[in-house]
């Protein structure tokens, strides 16, 4: 069974730092993960997705996310932090056998920007 | 496109009550999903459909059904509401493809208060 675990339920940072939002995985195969954000009272959006291939993803809005097998994690970084990146943020992972597209998602991380 | 819409947007059920959600995506989608979003515990998959007539189980289906007769629908229906189905609800939709690059599509969301 997949399992996804998001470290912190909340973040603060201040504008212009770095963001880092934690994310490890559980997966009896290779996994296919991504990271879905929610903003205020709208459904979720597709951020970044590591399926095969690079390591290392980039997202929209110049977020990125790095992908360590020996680390079972898929940390979400973003260089310089916008009060626009206030949001909650998902991490998911995919069985990547063929025809089993359900997606096991974390808890959630809530980040604040502060000015 | 309109992607993937949920009808409706909010809704205030008593107790036993019933009421059927409706999801509708335009994208030919074969993969459509439910889940219900709580605090601090992510979203949680409810039921889930790989094509039209079929229907499957997923993490917590008790209390819900669903439905699945057009492809470009996905219905769920609560029976006998209860409090502790107060949630926002969640519709999602997915291309079935060998190739690892699918992504589910959110709607916007419905919040069911159930009193």
């Known amino acids: 069974a997949q399992s996804v675990t998001q470290l912190g339920s909340h973040v603060s940072v201040s504008e212009g730092a770095l963001v880092l939002l934690r994310c490890n995985y559980s997966?009896?195969?290779?996994?296919?993960l991504f990271w879905y954000v929610q903003y205020p009272n709208q459904g979720l959006q597709l951020l970044l997705k590591?399926?095969?291939?690079?390591?290392l993803v980039k997202g929209i809005n110049g977020f990125e996310a790095e992908f360590k097998k020996s680390e079972t994690s898929f940390h979400l970084t973003k260089p310089s932090a916008h009060m626009s990146d206030a949001a909650e943020y998902f991490c998911?992972?995919?069985?990547?056998?063929?025809?089993?597209?359900?997606?096991?998602f974390g808890t959630g991380t809530r980040l604040t920007i502060t000015p | 496109n309109a992607g993937v819409t949920q009808t409706p947007k909010f809704r205030v059920l008593k107790t036993g009550q019933s009421m059927t959600l409706l999801c509708a995506q335009d994208m030919n989608h074969e993969y459509m999903y439910w889940y219900r979003q709580d605090p601090g515990m992510g979203l949680r998959l409810i039921h889930y459909?790989?094509?039209?007539?079929?229907?499957a189980k997923g993490e917590v289906p008790d209390g819900y059904n669903v439905s699945r007769l057009k492809k470009q629908n996905f219905l769920l229906g609560l029976e006998s509401a209860a409090p502790s189905q107060t949630s926002v609800y969640f519709c999602a939709s997915s291309s079935f493809s060998r190739q690892p690059l699918y992504e589910q599509y959110f709607g916007p969301g419905t919040r069911l208060t159930v009193t």
């Open positions: 997966s009896s195969v290779p996994p296919y």
């Open positions: 590591y399926t095969t291939g690079a390591t």
């Open positions: 998911a992972v995919s069985d990547s056998n063929f025809g089993n597209e359900k997606l096991t």
């Open positions: 459909s790989v094509g039209e007539g079929t229907t």
